[in-house]
């Protein structure tokens, strides 16, 4: 089989990039996209890069880069289409869109907040940690676990870092902890900032 010129270009592009790119990017969707936007954005994208479409190609590096290139696609879309891995990769990576706020309006920030990526293991990782409920295995420390996850739930930033400093002083040197500390508390300070930049509490939209 004969390449085609211009499919060579763009998957030596593509391959070059695709470690920076977010899944949403490597979707060709918009941050925070629905799970049917997904599948369908999978399944295009599956048309153009899946191996089977190269059969016959004698470039073994060719056809290594476009094996690692559906490889990631297919990653993109086991941790989009699963809703709980999807909120899990949404917040880690900035595509959440608050409430009242709709995915068009925040594009912009979540592109520049987003940076980085966040792999399909660590997320799975920690999905595994909270479905077994097994965060913290001291039983003071799980009852300010279970009272940062209410906080959380209702978008007090506040009472997130204290109850989870309160569970680290039982339990330390717990990975899952300290990630979700670092997180409220950067979350915490831009609502802080956002209140200062705004003293008279005029909603902001």
Known sequence: MELDFRKKIEVEALHKVIDNLDYYSLLKLR??????????????????????????VRDPHFLKKVNQIFKKLTEAYQVLKDPDLKKMYDEKMGFRAKKGESPATTTGRQRAVGSGNVSKADLEREKAALDADDVVADQRARKYWDLAQIAEFNEDWNGVVMNLQFAMSYEKDNPILEEKLKGAKAKMAKKQAKTAANPYKIKIV
């Open 31 to 56: 941050p925070g996209a629905p799970i049917p936007e997904v599948e369908k954005a999978f399944a295009a994208q599956s048309k153009v890069f899946h191996p089977d479409r190269f059969f016959g």
